[in-house]
Nanobody, 124 residues
């Protein structure tokens, strides 16, 4: 069974870079046609898709976050990482990683495995 586990700092100061990792067990980052994504949910708001990295290493980002977001992976460690630059208190949220099943053309089918989420608070 596939499991995902987020890790990273719970507190980040404004203007700093948030870095989170997701460790995947029971599955490979390079298996077609899975993508691994980051999502977040701020207090009182809905779930927001931030971006994803595909089985071949290609990345895609939400247009609203693209200028501040980077997703990378280390297949040897079975990890993929989110970096979000220039954070503000509005970036306070629970951050989740998940696995997405997609078609060979990259169209989303469903998210099938999720991490439990990690709370990140941006505060001075």
């Amino acid at each position: 069974q596939v499991q995902l586990q987020e890790s990273g700092p719970g507190l980040v100061k404004p203007s700093q870079t948030l870095s989170l990792s997701c460790t995947v067990s029971g599955g490979r980052l390079s298996t077609p046609y899975y993508y691994f994504s980051w999502m977040r949910q701020a207090p009182g708001k809905g779930l927001e898709w931030m971006g994803a990295i595909g089985y071949s290493g290609t990345t895609g980002y939400s247009p609203s976050l693209k200028s501040r977001t980077s997703i990378s992976r280390d297949t040897s460690k079975h990890q993929f990482t989110l970096q979000l630059t220039s954070v503000t208190p509005e970036d306070t949220a629970v951050y989740y990683c998940d696995r997405e099943e997609r078609t060979s053309g990259g169209d989303y089918i469903a998210g099938d495995y999720w991490g439990r989420g990690t709370q990140v608070t941006v505060t001075a």
